[in-house]
């Protein structure tokens, strides 16, 4: 965080993953940008600049998300080092997307922290690291079981669900 008085520049990094949750009348993108502000005006970071991902989905690999390239690309020019998401599967939501997402970041010397200002990039602990690959592998789960409602199925998540 920033100290007394000094704000750090960041930016802003929002995907939403389906292209009916995009648009005016559509509250994701809001909602996220407000979580995302409000954290950065609390912990003291001022927002330069905003990189969006609309109709993106989790699982596609950063290299094909055009916002995620210009983000890649803002930060080699500019210097800013933290990137600010409103939760870590906004990021990503597929765990092996997020590792390599993050392992991007850290090889830039990046920090991505969520609106509630949890540190994705600190693997400076094997603990926070583990933790981080956890809740991840609990997004897939219950995103699986998000799917399987809305298909009407009440089956279970097989093998087939977990291939990356």
């Known amino acids: 965080m920033a100290g007394k008085g000094k704000k750090i520049e960041a930016v802003a990094y929002i995907r939403t ?9 559509k509250d994701s993108e ?8 409000g954290y950065a005006k ?8 905003e990189f969006n991902d609309a109709a993106v989905s989790g699982a596609d690999t950063i290299e094909i998300r055009p916002g995620f390239a210009a983000l890649l690309d803002r930060i080699e020019d500019n210097g800013v080092r933290t990137v600010i998401v409103e939760d ?3 990021f990503a939501r597929e765990l092996v997307m997020q590792e390599l997402g993050i392992l991007a970041l850290i090889k830039r010397g990046v920090r991505v922290l969520t609106a509630n200002g949890d540190d994705l990039t600190d693997s400076s602990d094997p603990s926070r690291k583990m933790m981080r690959q956890i809740a ?11 799917r399987c409602k809305t298909q009407g199925s009440a089956r279970t998540q097989t093998a087939h669900d977990w291939q990356v």
Do not use: Y
């Not at 993953?17 to 009348?25: C, E, I, L, W």
């Not at 991840?136 to 998000?146: D, I, L, N, P």
């Open 30 to 37: 809001k909602r996220q940008r407000a979580a995302i502000e």
């Open 17 to 25: 993953s389906s292209a009916a949750n995009v648009g005016a009348d």
């Open 42 to 49: 609390r912990a003291g970071f001022v927002l330069i600049d």
């Open 88 to 90: 870590a599967s906004r």
């Open 136 to 146: 991840g592998s609990f997004r897939r789960v219950r995103k699986g079981q998000a």
